[in-house]
Every structure is written in C-alpha cells, then in structure tokens.
C-alpha cells in the first residue's frame, strides 16, 4: 500500500471489508481495499481496508462504534 496509508480493518471475506468501508464512506472517511486472494485457491485469501494516517483513529473508533471491530483495532503495517 502507498504511503502514508494505515491497514484498520481486515476479513477473510470481500464483502466484510466492503461493508466496513461503506460505513467509512458514509462517515465522509476515504478507505481503500486491497483485495489479496491466494495464488493456489482465489477463494481463499483475506481483504484489508486501508485509509490515510490522518482518518485512521477515527476510522477505527467508527468501526468500532458499528460492531466492526472484533477484539481490537489491527495492527498498523
């Protein structure tokens, strides 16, 4: 990932992380996803939601507030 661009959220499924970043979107919080699906077998593979440094906190606090987060925020690569 580019940057200045922080990993807040991760799922085995595409559609955990989309869900994620729609409430981001609703929230006026850009995300990105970066989609990694396994070479062998592409329906297995994890997703991560990316957003700027700057968001991050905030991004996870509104995961967090939505149920999103399990257990914690993830760590920052």
Same mark, same amino acid.
């Given at each position: 990932?580019?940057?200045?661009?922080?990993? &807040?959220? =991760? *799922?085995?499924?595409?559609?955990?992380?989309?869900? +994620?970043?729609?409430?981001?979107?609703?929230?006026?919080?850009?995300?990105?996803?970066?989609?990694?699906?396994?070479?062998?077998?592409?329906? &297995?593979? =994890? *997703?991560?939601?990316?957003?700027?440094?700057?968001? +991050?906190?905030?991004?996870?606090?509104?995961?967090?507030?939505?149920?999103?987060?399990?257990?914690?925020?993830?760590?920052?690569?």
């Amino acid at each position: 990932m580019a940057e200045g661009w922080i990993k &807040i959220f =991760s *799922a085995t499924e595409l559609y955990q992380v989309q869900i +994620a970043e729609d409430v981001l979107k609703q929230n006026g919080i850009i995300s990105h996803i970066a989609n990694k699906p396994d070479s062998v077998l592409p329906f &297995i593979g =994890s *997703a991560d939601l990316y957003t700027s440094e700057e968001d +991050a906190a905030t991004a996870r606090q509104i995961l967090a507030e939505n149920d999103l987060l399990g257990g914690g925020p993830e760590e920052d690569e």
